[in-house]
């Protein structure tokens, strides 16, 4: 069986899942209150309405809610397999236990781009809704959205590879949850360190850190530097998507 045949089946299951409504979740809360919060403070002539909003949304759902319903998503995978014991016949099957952890994480990948694009929509009614009942005319940014969007997307790749990397290692879901959680915790406290390169964990949320920098901060440029960080996040990516793809399956096939 090929990796885009197990990449169609898993892509099944997905639609037989319970796991999609739970990508509203994140994006409805925190886009919801940080709006909220900031709308008592615009008037017509407010500029810049829609970065104030997006950075105050983005921010908290950057540094944890994003990463805790990425946790979600990964356990959930892999307790639908382990559940019912399904692993251990779809490992009787002739099937490559690469490319099965493989299609796994590309559908992971794909929950991932769903909760982006559940994010940019419930954000951009909800911008519309606050700009209109406060008479703001400035146009929706739409590129500047989709450009940080995708940036949040992309940074998010070595943390969501390492969270399936430790739920693949660890047998037990809490341990795997709990340990993830713990990592995601620091991640404000790591990206105001020198090591936030090193930490997949806060890359995200350092993203929107320097772009609330640099909104806030006049003539002051704290730009998202792609050296060191992209070699260190190719690196890391790599590697714990290596340890994800060997390990899978072993201790099930013992």
């Known amino acids: 069986m090929g990796f885009w045949e197990l990449l169609k089946i898993e892509l099944m299951k997905v639609k037989r899942g319970k796991m999609i409504p739970l990508l509203f979740i994140a994006p409805l809360l925190v886009v919801a209150s940080g709006v909220a919060n900031l709308q008592n403070y615009f008037s017509p002539e407010y500029t810049n309405a829609w970065a104030a909003m997006f950075i105050q949304s983005a921010l908290v759902y950057a540094y944890y809610l994003l990463p805790f319903s990425m946790i979600v998503v990964c356990v959930m995978i892999a307790g639908r397999e382990t559940g019912n014991n399904g692993i251990l016949k779809m490992l009787a099957l002739p099937v490559s236990r690469p490319a099965l952890s ?3 994480f590309c559908v992971i990948l794909f929950y991932l781009w769903m909760e982006m694009v559940v994010f940019l929509v419930v954000f951009v009614i909800t911008g519309l809704i606050a700009t209109s009942s406060t008479g703001i005319t400035e146009a929706l940014p739409i590129l500047y959205l989709l450009k940080w969007c995708a ?3 992309f940074t998010m790749l070595p943390g969501a590879a390492t969270m399936w990397a430790i739920t693949v290692l660890f047998e037990r879901p809490f341990l795997s949850v709990g340990l993830n959680l713990l990592l995601v915790i620091p991640g ?5 360190t020198p090591l936030w390169v090193v930490y997949p964990y806060c890359y995200s949320g350092y993203l929107v850190s320097c772009s ?6 006049e003539g002051v440029s704290a730009g998202f530097d792609l050296v060191p960080f992209l070699p ?3 690196l890391v990516f790599v590697l714990v998507l290596t340890v994800s793809v060997r390990c899978f399956g072993k201790k099930e096939m013992r």
């Open 151 to 153: 940036g949040l997307f």
């Open 102 to 104: 493989a299609a796994k």
């Open 212 to 217: 609330l920098h640099d909104f806030t901060a």
């Open 232 to 234: 260190c996040a190719i």
């Open 188 to 192: 404000v406290l790591m990206a105001n």
